[in-house]
């Protein structure tokens, strides 16, 4: 068992920063892979970074560049420093934590809302 809770959402404008927090209860060295997730209104969730054990990071197309995926070992956290914020950037944004034993099994957070105003 994983419980992710996030933090660190709010109204930015556009041009703006926010930092988001995920703090994991297991230690993040036997997690698999964590990630950053948003869903806005009406449409799919998708992929906004993820790491993995590996070494492996990846970002959506849409935010390379503006976001930063990053984690404090001690602290079990992941976090998704996001510059340069734009309207469309406006979602739930979840944290996503995936443990590989007898078989691969994901985690969510809550989510936290993110609103960037034009």
């Known amino acids: 068992q994983v419980q992710l809770v996030e933090s660190g959402g709010g109204l930015v404008q556009a041009g703006g920063s926010l930092r988001l927090s995920c703090a994991s209860s297991?230690?993040?060295?036997?997690?698999?892979?964590m990630g950053w997730y948003r869903q806005a209104p009406g449409k799919q969730r998708e992929l906004v970074a993820i790491?993995?054990?590996?070494?492996?990071?990846n970002y959506a197309d849409s935010v390379k560049g503006r976001f930063t995926i990053s984690r404090d070992n001690a602290k079990n956290t992941v976090y998704l420093q996001m510059n340069s914020l734009k309207p469309e950037d406006t979602a739930v944004y979840y944290c996503?934590?995936?443990?590989?034993?007898?078989?691969?099994?994901?985690?969510w957070g809550q989510g936290t809302q993110v609103t960037v105003s034009s």
């Open positions: 996503n934590a995936v443990v590989v034993g007898v078989r691969a099994q994901d985690y």
């Open positions: 790491f993995t054990s590996g070494g492996v990071t």
């Open positions: 297991r230690s993040i060295f036997s997690i698999y892979a």
